[in-house]
């Protein structure tokens, strides 16, 4: 199953209201630089490229970068890093964000029940805690804010260490969108967006990874 | 639109396929529980020898049938005899059968062969067949006992539907212990042609059927059982419980959303979104079907535990803690209406712990100021039985039934028959669920107060938790009916 660039997956989730973080994506160490000034720093700046699926653990992510020449050199190394399995990759920059919390959604194809919608309480205990609620697509906003109520972390979602209360109505709209992506393009397989990080008591995506089926007829994003 | 399963549940005539004069076998069995739990239609029996099986003349073939009185055939015969059969029922105006023979799709290729064609002909007839390879059906409006198995329960409000017979025994046994009785029950077998959404959607129109009571394993389609079941439940509620894992589906596994993807993790999330009430265990989910079939759904979380002693209402106080039940906080004005029943030691707080300051009346009229307060939305009762214990103790002593025994021991059966009539009246009178909870129910049921809770036609809980955990179930409904405007 092929994967989308990180990009290309943040439109296909963003046209359907999920909300991203501002970024772009450039061909140079020297564009790169541009846009980090273009949006203010820190910044975040990632290898980007549809073959590439696992950025962290190939050391292709590079955060909290805090002016123009920590930008250049970042965006040089990891260009320079790229392999010839990767294709054609640029170099994707994005505002710093930073809480406290972190959640994970998503979509996943399931033989039984079709195409459902996920969310869960993210970091890196993600897997192990587990604490997770489905749904099957396509799912209204009522279904949305019950997976929230679903989740045994409640805790998570009031006032926590100095930042405010996450806004349920900004996380439906995340569920929605992922629902609704779903629906306007049937050869999605998966999708995540992990992390999650809630910023100021809203949602942001900072990573997102869309699967389509090979078969999928042209169009779309 | 829901199939007409009435020739199934509320025949006129029934005809046993396959009668037999063994009482070990399922072909007399079938005969005898028909015949022994008061089915007021007519009762024909084929046997292939034409013997007297409990008194009825059996027929050698369907054939002999009259024209038109007969609307159910309960087959008990092989397998390969039952197409000519069937064939030769229709004939004579059946319309739905109930396959108990064995021998199809759990027995291999040639089975599932013979099942598929047995749809086919069952289509091509007109016969709604249930089965094959279940354990029977009961319906108690029309008095049917047409189960392999026992027992039959009193009637009620219930109606079940179960891939696993013996499971049905088993709420049938719950309902028997309990008093809270079944509409229906049908052992679906291998749902050849009538499968669990089926049944469901006969019960969400059964005008004697308030809530359905359900045991799958598997759901291959379970996109498709959902979808009808949320359909059946915008209706009635649905109480399910599940066996066993489902396939393990295979799930995209280079995404961490796949990844965290259980089976059982889908399958909850699909039971919330069709408003399906999951309960943990078999026992779990018969009294929450016995709590949404005699109790008013709440209409908020706001709980008062009602109590005639200490301990009790703590641990039910953190029972409800641990829900999406609210320990109401006593407003002022209650406490200032309670303070004028009850002298100064009572709890003043949620649980409302009478502190053994209760005289004749008090218990129930503090529980009808407590039900009829507009904050409050549901009480659990606790304590009864107290005093009818005492009065065992004394009536079964070597002093009884002098030293005014005989008279307070009455009295105190009395008062606890009393105290278990008030809340079901007091329920009834504010609309609002009362659950009444003791060990006595199980450890005592003779019990004059436990005794005159099932009188009443409700549940007698085993404890306070289980009480607890079934309003839970009925306020998550409730909830669920109140975010989507259904009535």
């Known amino acids: 199953m092929p994967t989308l660039s990180e990009a290309e997956s943040k439109a296909v989730l963003a046209a359907h209201g999920v909300p991203i973080l501002p970024e772009r994506v450039v061909a140079t160490a020297d564009e790169a630089a541009d846009a980090g000034t273009d949006m203010g720093f820190p910044v975040v700046a990632k290898l980007n490229g549809d073959a590439i699926a696992h950025k962290t653990e190939r050391g292709l992510v590079r955060l909290g970068l805090a002016d123009a020449d920590a930008l250049r050199a970042a965006a040089a190394a990891m260009l320079a890093m790229a392999t010839p399995e990767d294709g054609a990759v640029g170099v994707l920059v994005a505002p710093m964000v930073s809480g406290n919390r972190e959640l994970i959604a998503g979509l996943a194809h399931d033989e039984q029940f079709g195409m459902t919608v996920m969310l869960g309480v993210g970091g890196i205990l993600a897997e192990a805690v587990a604490d997770v609620t489905f749904r099957m697509v396509p799912i209204q906003r009522v279904d949305a804010a019950e997976m929230i109520d679903d989740l045994s972390t409640q805790k998570l979602f009031g006032p926590f260490r100095g930042e405010p209360a996450i806004d349920r109505e900004a996380v439906i709209d995340v569920l929605v969108g992922l629902s609704a992506a779903a629906v306007a393009d049937p050869s999605l397989v998966s999708a995540d967006l992990n992390p999650l990080i809630v910023v100021d008591g809203r949602p942001v995506a900072v990573d997102a990874l869309v699967e389509r089926r090979v078969e999928r007829s042209e169009g779309g994003v | ?487």
Not at chain 2, 270 to 287: L, P, W
């Open chain 2, 1 to 487: 639109m829901a199939r007409d399963l009435s020739p199934l549940f509320d025949p006129k005539g029934i005809v046993v396929a396959g009668a037999s004069t063994h009482p070990g076998k399922f072909g007399f069995v079938a005969l005898h529980n028909i015949l022994a739990n008061g089915y007021a239609g007519k009762v024909f029996a084929t046997n292939t020898k034409g013997e007297s099986v409990l008194g009825i003349d059996t027929l050698t073939s369907i054939d002999q049938l009259p024209d038109g009185e007969v609307d159910l055939a309960f087959v008990c015969t092989p397998a390969a005899a039952n197409p000519d059969l069937l064939r030769a029922a229709a004939a004579k105006g059946v319309r739905a059968a109930f396959i108990a023979s064995a021998g199809y799709g759990e027995a291999g290729d040639e089975g599932r062969r013979a099942e598929e064609d047995l749809v086919t002909l069952c289509d091509e007839l007109g016969i709604a067949m249930a089965g094959p390879n279940g354990q029977g059906l009961i319906s108690t409006p029309s008095s049917l006992c047409a189960q392999i198995v026992a027992p039959f329960p009193p009637a009620g409000r219930i109606g079940i539907a179960s891939q696993s017979g013996n499971f049905v025994s088993s709420f049938l046994n719950y309902a028997r212990l309990s008093g809270i009785g079944i509409s229906r029950a049908v052992s679906a077998g291998n749902s050849a042609m009538l499968a669990v959404p089926d049944y469901l959607e006969f019960y969400a129109e059964d005008p004697e059927t308030a809530v359905s009571l359900v045991y799958v394993e598997s759901v291959p389609d379970g996109r498709a059982f959902f979808e009808r079941l949320r359909a059946v439940a915008a209706k009635k509620p649905v109480v399910l419980v599940k066996g066993g894992a489902t396939d393990a589906g295979r799930r995209a596994a280079a995404s961490h959303t796949g990844a965290l993807a259980s089976d059982d993790a889908i399958f909850d999330g699909a039971c919330r979104q069709a408003g399906v009430t999951r309960a943990d265990t078999v026992e779990e989910a018969y009294e929450v079907a016995a709590t949404f079939a005699t109790q008013p759904l709440p209409k908020g979380n706001r709980t008062v535990v009602y109590t005639t002693a200490g301990g009790w209402g703590v641990v039910t106080a953190d029972a409800i803690s641990r829900t999406s039940l609210e320990l109401l906080a006593l407003p002022e004005d209650l406490l200032a209406e309670i303070d004028t029943k009850l002298p100064p030691r009572w709890s003043r707080n949620n649980p409302v712990d009478l502190a053994g300051s209760e005289t004749r009346d008090t218990i129930p009229e503090v529980m009808e100021i407590v039900a009829r307060h507009p904050s409050v939305d549901a009480m659990i009762f606790l304590g009864l039985g107290i005093q009818a214990n005492q009065g065992r103790m004394e009536r079964e002593g070597p002093f009884f039934p002098d030293h005014g025994l005989e008279r307070i021991v009455g009295y105190h059966d009395r008062q606890d028959a009393r105290f278990a009539e008030a809340a079901a009246e007091i329920s009834a009178r504010s609309d609002k669920p009362i659950l009444t909870a003791t060990e006595l129910a199980v450890c005592d049921p003779e019990n004059a107060g436990p005794a005159a809770v099932k009188e009443s036609g409700k549940l007698c809980y085993a404890s306070a938790n289980r009480a607890v955990t079934s309003l839970d179930h009925l306020w998550r409904h409730a909830r669920f009916r109140q975010a989507r405007g259904l009535s």
